[in-house]
């Protein structure tokens, strides 16, 4: 017999034969050679990296705003949430100043103005109904804060000679942060403008080591939860990203994360927590795999830095996630989380000096003589970091530790509130203060519409499709009835979108379920 008959079923052959009968050889072979396009795109698509997706996805959406009838739609749509989104953003009723006025204004008439406007803001954070943002609020400590930027809002640490206090400020601020992480005397790092910068000059350092040990090609190692900044630095710094999977508990998968490796790997990352879904990757393991390929770790603590350690004082139960896992070579940690410092401050931890060192940027040729800066800027406010030591003393360990267990209490109750919902379910396994929650039999974003009529603003994710709210000390005020406002609240949302399908009028679901597809 045929060997090639005995491959091919005689029903397959037929088919084929069937399919092509009448038609030319040169359609045969168009045919053939698009087909075999689809399933390299296919599988191209299934293997592939998160930005190859995106940019298919991208590419199909595009061809769809072209389709006639369904780009009118998705035009359609996207103009009425821009509307509402100027009509949320704008502030009407007041003037202008788009150029200098002709006479200065008078500081009493400044000041009104500036009040007035404080007033209208703070209402929107002030009821606790705000995911994250604002982190405690309590007018005690702003006032301390504030007082504290007052009095040194004229220095900077460019000029450490001349602002000595301000440098006392800011290595006390690294040292604490140092032995909250469990480092060692070993350890050191700088001040940053936020979690953003933290990350920024963090990727920054280890491509200046990789170029100083002689690599031209550099790649890190992300989880596909980890923070949009490190896509950032990918750009700004010529560095490949390479996102990988999620297990089934929405944690970084770390076998797939070790087959990404290559030779021109020089980091991998973790969070503790991220953002999306609040979920603590598992730094031991990961840890496990940068050491043995001889490469960094970076652990991203940004939104967990001033409340991880003090849960685990707690007693709470957290898998490791500092410098006591071997292996981990540095740890950005926001201050102006959970750290209630004035918004723009963070730190960002090395396990040694050399290693920091390449985060420094210094020229000697310039002019203008010797320059060096730690950071992306040259400048920097010093209230800034004056403010931040002032609200690490003023709390301490017992302050902060308080404060973590009261998130954590309504952090509970939140979650026990989602799971008595038989049409959410939790995202994950939150061990923190992140609740990320979906529904699969509702619009999740039209939960996200009708808990906005009640006041609240939470964010909304995608990938999957699903909510979050980062529950912090305004959250915990009031004895918890903010927490169970939340839960009373999310059941009218449930039971809202139950009755009416076609969503709140005028809401943002349209534009997030398009984004989410």
Known sequence: MDPEREFFPNSARGYVNDYFKGKDAFEIVVSSLLSLLVVWITLKLITSGTQIKEAIFKKV???????????????????????????????????????????GLSPDFILKKMKKWQIQDDAKWSSGQVSGCVYLGDQKHTDLLNAAYGMFSLSNPLHPDVFTTVRKFETEIIQMTINMMRGGPSHCGCTTSGGTESILMAIKTYRDQAMANGKTEFEIIVPITAHAAFDKAGQYFNVKVKHAPLREDFCVDVRAMQKMITSNTILLVGSA???????????TEI?????????????????????????????VNLPPFDFSVEGVTSISADTHKYGYASKGTSVLLFNDRELRQNM??????????????????????????????????????????????????????????IRSLPDLHLIGNPLAMVVAFGSKTLNIYQINDAMGKRGWHLNALQSPSCLHICVTAKHADMEGKIAHKFNTDLQYAVDFVKNNPQGVEGGSAPLYGSMAK
């Open 61 to 103: 959406f595009s061809l769809a705003k072209k389709t006639p009838g369904l780009g009118g739609k998705i035009s359609q749509t996207k103009q009425e949430v821009k509307e509402k989104l100027k009509k949320d953003f704008i502030m009407k009723g007041e003037e202008r100043y788009i150029q200098l006025p002709e006479e």
């Open 273 to 283: 927590p991220n953002f999306p879904h609040g979920m603590i990757d598992p730094i």
């Open 287 to 315: 840890a496990e795999v940068a050491r043995s390929h001889r490469i960094g770790l970076h652990v991203d603590c940004c939104l967990g830095g001033f409340i991880l350690p003090f849960l685990r004082r707690a007693g």
């Open 360 to 417: 420094y940027f210094v020229t000697t040729t310039w002019p203008g003589g010797v320059y060096a800066s730690p950071g992306m800027p040259g400048s920097r406010p010093g209230g800034l970091i004056a403010a931040t030591w002032a609200s690490m003393v003023s709390l301490g360990i017992r302050g902060y530790q308080e404060k973590a267990t009261a998130v954590y209490k309504a952090t509970q109750t939140i979650i026990s509130g």
